[in-house]
């Protein structure tokens, strides 16, 4: 029962976290087709940035997570999502309406990810980075999966964009199938305490800065790692080519990490949580500098160094909401995982809208430097929370 409803729910997260980077993943060929400039471009990803933002609030401060079926809520969350994302096909890219529909997409998906931690973790203890890295890696892969389909449908991104929002229905069909495991608990009503928990408890808010720092550089480089490769291909070989393979990389640069997350799991179980975000943090900041000293090399070398940045910024993921799930009250796993996720996503908000303008003017390069201080402040931040 555990492995078929786990198996599940990871087929599920890869299925409906797919809507997350449609508007990355298609964004140079609508802009064969049509005039958007950066900051409406910066807009269609940030958005579902922002409206994630809203929805794990809601679902937090709600006690969504905790109080109700979580496979029910996932199954509706997706299919929400899934209609939001298809009317993408009716609207005018990147008009206003557009972009709204980007935000109700991150509002819904809320209710997918944080949620989909909370049935995990009701499957177990001792294993409980396996199970998370194994669910992180689902949302890795799914993410990733945008540029797979953009890359198979060529410069058709209206299939692309139909396709993701057809993968999210077989979502919410996939995740009614799973059970609740042995360790699941819930709440009655939502408990205000959890506010004062998540700070006054030193190594929550420890868990929580560490989580913000691999925030910083996670999803600018997952959002702007396609036009990033080309813009560094361009230099070396003709558009069409730059910009083919640029998908590519970004697909195998962040679809890697998917197959790392649960190793590193069963890594962070034995030798610790903190060890291992430690470990990843380190890897991944070195790994953005580098990245800013070959850029515009040749093709393989640049597409190494990002296929190796994408392997190291994930596994760390999955841990700090592990960890979060260790040290919280049972009751309180959920709302207090949608909470921390919420607070990262808001700083992504931030770094997804304003890197390509950074990079506009000061270059990919600078962009990456900068990119590298997160992991810096979250290794400080997580030092303490080692078990030596």
């Known amino acids: 029962m555990k492995v078929r409803s786990i198996v599940l729910l990871v087929l599920a997260e890869v299925a409906a976290m797919t809507l997350w980077f449609v508007s990355s993943a298609t964004l140079a060929d609508q802009r064969q087709e049509l005039e958007l400039n950066a900051f409406t471009s910066a807009l269609m990803v940030s958005g579902v940035q922002a409206g994630f933002v809203i929805g794990a609030l809601y679902v937090a401060m709600a006690g969504i997570a905790d109080r109700y079926d979580p496979r029910r809520v996932f199954a509706a969350s997706a299919l929400l999502a899934a209609i939001a994302n298809g009317l993408l096909l009716i609207v005018p890219p990147g008009s206003i309406a557009s972009v709204c529909l980007r935000i109700v997409t991150g509002v819904c998906l809320a209710g997918v990810y944080p949620v989909?931690?909370?049935i995990a973790v009701g499957w177990g203890k001792e294993d409980r980075g396996w199970l998370v890295g194994l669910l992180v890696g689902g949302l890795t892969l799914g993410s990733a999966s945008p540029h797979l389909l953009a890359w198979l449908g060529g410069s058709n991104w209206r299939l692309t964009t139909a396709l993701a929002s057809l993968l999210a229905v077989v979502a919410a069909i996939l995740v009614l199938r799973t059970s609740l495991g042995p360790y699941h608990a819930a709440q009655t009503r939502m408990n205000p305490r959890m506010i004062t928990?998540?700070?006054?408890?030193?190594?929550?808010?420890?868990?929580?800065l560490g989580y913000l720092g691999h925030m910083w550089e996670l999803y600018a480089l997952w959002a702007w790692i396609a036009p990033a490769a080309a813009a560094s291909y361009l230099l070396r070989t003709t558009p069409e080519q730059a910009i083919e393979w640029s998908k590519l990389t970004a697909f195998i640069a962040i679809g890697s990490g998917a197959l790392l997350c649960p190793f590193a799991g069963k890594i962070a179980d034995k030798v610790g949580k903190a060890?291992?975000?430690?470990?990843?943090?380190?890897?991944?900041?070195?790994?953005?500098l580098v990245a800013a000293a070959v850029f515009g090399g040749p093709v393989w070398l640049v597409a190494f160094?990002?296929?190796?940045?994408g392997l190291s910024v994930i596994p760390d993921s999955a841990q700090f909401s592990a960890l979060v799930a260790d040290l919280a009250p049972p009751e309180m796993t959920g709302s207090l995982m949608s909470l921390q996720t919420a607070l990262g996503f808001a700083l992504t908000i931030l770094t997804v809208q304003v890197s390509p303008l950074i990079a506009a003017h000061m270059g990919w390069p600078f962009l990456f430097c900068l990119l590298a201080l997160g992991p810096a402040v979250g290794i400080v931040s997580m030092l303490k929370l080692m078990r030596r």
């Open 116 to 118: 989909g931690m909370k």
């Open 197 to 208: 928990v998540a700070w006054t408890d030193t190594r929550l808010r420890r868990t929580f």
């Open 275 to 288: 060890e291992l975000t430690i470990l990843s943090m380190l890897i991944s900041g070195l790994s953005a």
């Open 305 to 309: 160094v990002f296929t190796l940045w």
